[in-house]
C-alpha cells in the first residue's frame, strides 16, 4: 500500500474484525439472525450492513477514483487532511439517537437466516479485499485529494473515507458485541 494511512486504516478494519468475530463463529445460525429487539437489527444483519457499505465505497472509489485522479494529481503538492471526525458519534451527541442508514444500506429481507457467520464473513473479507487492492497504488498526496461528494460525511477525502469505513466498523462491532452478550445471557438463562 503506497498511502501510509490507508494501510493504517485497513489495518484497524482488519484489527476490529480479528477482536470480536473468531467469538461469532460458536453461534448457531439462528442465532446469528435473532433480533435483540424488533426494532434493532441481528448480528447477521449489522455484518451484512457492513458488507453493503464496504460494497457501496468500492463502487463510488470505481467511479470517483478515474474522475478526479487528474485533478487530484495537479492538487498533490496541497495540504489535505488525513483524518476525518466521528461523523456518527456527532450525529447521536446532536440528534439524540443514531443516524439512519439509507435504504440501500439495510440488508435485504430474502437473506434472513440465509447465510452463516463464515459466508457473511466471507463476503465482507473479499469486499474489502476488492476495496485495497483497488487503492494499493495510490500515493498518500493523490489519495488526500480524491474527493467523495457525500455531504453527510462531509466530502471525504480517499484516505478519509477508508477511516470512516472503520469508523463505522467500529460502531457496529460494538453493537454486535452488545447484541452477543444478551444472547449468551439469555441462552444462561434458559
Known sequence: MRSESMKKHFITIKQQREMLFPTLKSISRVQLWERPNESKWSIG????????????????????????????????????????????????????????APFILNPPKKIYNTLDFNELNQLLVKETLKISTMVANIEEDIAGHIVFLDPAANNPNLIQAIQLLAIHEAHHIRIIHDNLESLIQKSDTE
Do not use: S, W
Open 45 to 100: 444483519e449489522t455484518m451484512y450492513h457492513l458488507y453493503l457499505i464496504t460494497r457501496m465505497l468500492r463502487v463510488a472509489a470505481t467511479i470517483t477514483i478515474p474522475c478526479t485522479k487528474l485533478f487530484a494529481q495537479m492538487m498533490r503538492n496541497k495540504p489535505f487532511d488525513t483524518n476525518i471526525e466521528d461523523i456518527y458519534k456527532e450525529y447521536r451527541e446532536k440528534h439524540g439517537k443514531g443516524m439512519k
